[in-house]
């Protein structure tokens, strides 16, 4: 964001295209992805135009730091956790799914095959869960399903009406605290022990490396944020959301994870002795040994 609080925006130029206007955090992602490279040109008035690598404030930090084995599966996951974003809001589609419907110049670099993988296995579990669905509407009482998705659909609109003004725009410049929004924040290395961040928006925040122990997280949203080699040992995040997250080597000693939702987290080499996870979620998730979590798995990994 600029000084005042506003938001920079960008456009982009390749091969004599222009496009945007782009927040900043959206270039960023776009060359995690390969859909724009440094040598891409960017301009904030369409007039003085300069190649990304020379605006470093938009490169992010797994594309400057890759070189140790550690850097290469950040750099890896921040791929993955931004594809995914990116892809859910196109149409699920076989040839969407493996990025060959892309033409001209803002086609994707070829991608490694780990994020191709990762993209086909999560297409074909949203799959058989449509299909549940589509065989449901064709069984002998459609019009039940139909009656009560108009009721949830009412009951929502009601829950919607009374929920006040919408959440704040993320604001990464305010100290911690309940409910602060610092959503797609880079913050590695914080120290925020036993600090109260309850019901705070974290999405998509960078904390690698930081220090959480002791901290209260209930009912955060931490849902595809960077939390590897974080310390939430004695953390309570009840009720938290952290639906893939990044987790490897993180130390999760004594934490609170009842009622949390872990969906596709992944949490190959944490640290969980006495780890409380009551009721948690961890639908697909990527246990501390690489394997899979089953489909359904509430409070163990089956």
């Known amino acids: 964001m600029d000084r005042d609080g506003t938001q920079e925006l960008w456009f982009t130029r390749r ?3 222009i496009r945007g206007p782009h927040p900043a955090g959206l270039i960023s992602r776009f060359l995690l992805i390969g859909r724009l490279t440094p040598d891409d040109e960017v301009s904030q008035d369409q007039e ?4 990304i690598r020379e605006r470093p404030q938009l490169i992010p930090d797994e594309l400057k730091h890759a070189d140790t084995p550690a850097d290469h599966e950040r750099l890896l996951q921040a791929r993955l956790r931004e594809d995914e974003r990116l892809r859910d809001r196109r149409a699920e589609s076989p040839s969407a799914v493996l990025g060959t419907d892309r033409r001209g110049p803002d086609r994707r670099r070829p991608e490694p095959p780990e994020i191709i993988s990762h993209r ?7 799959s058989r869960q449509k299909a549940s669905l589509d065989l449901a509407m064709r069984g002998p009482t459609p019009w039940i399903v139909a009656t009560s998705a108009t009721l949830v659909a009412v009951l929502l609109f009601f829950w919607a009406m009374d929920r006040g003004e919408p959440p704040s725009p993320p604001a990464c410049h305010l100290p911690p605290a309940p409910e602060v929004n ?3 924040c880079r913050m590695p290395g914080l120290d925020l022990r036993g600090v109260d961040l ?4 974290l999405r998509n925040t960078d904390l690698l490396g930081s220090r959480l122990d002791g901290a209260r997280l209930v009912d955060a949203d931490l849902s595809y944020a960077d939390l590897q080699r974080t310390r939430l040992d004695r953390a309570d995040l009840r009720g938290a959301k ?3 997250a990044a987790l490897q080597n993180a130390v999760l000693t004594e934490a609170r994870l009842s009622g949390a939702d872990l ?8 640290s969980i002795a006495g780890v409380t996870l009551d009721g948690a979620i961890l639908d697909r998730a990527v246990w ?3 394997r899979i979590c089953a489909t359904g798995s509430i409070g163990t990994c089956d």
């Open 15 to 17: 091969n004599g295209e």
């Open 182 to 184: 610092w959503s797609y």
């Open 242 to 244: 952290l639906t893939g």
């Open 120 to 126: 086909l296995k999560r297409a074909q579990w949203l």
């Open 198 to 201: 309850s019901r705070a928006l």
């Open 288 to 290: 501390i040994d690489g």
């Open 48 to 51: 003085d135009w300069r190649p």
């Open 263 to 270: 969906s596709f987290v992944n949490l190959t080499g944490a």
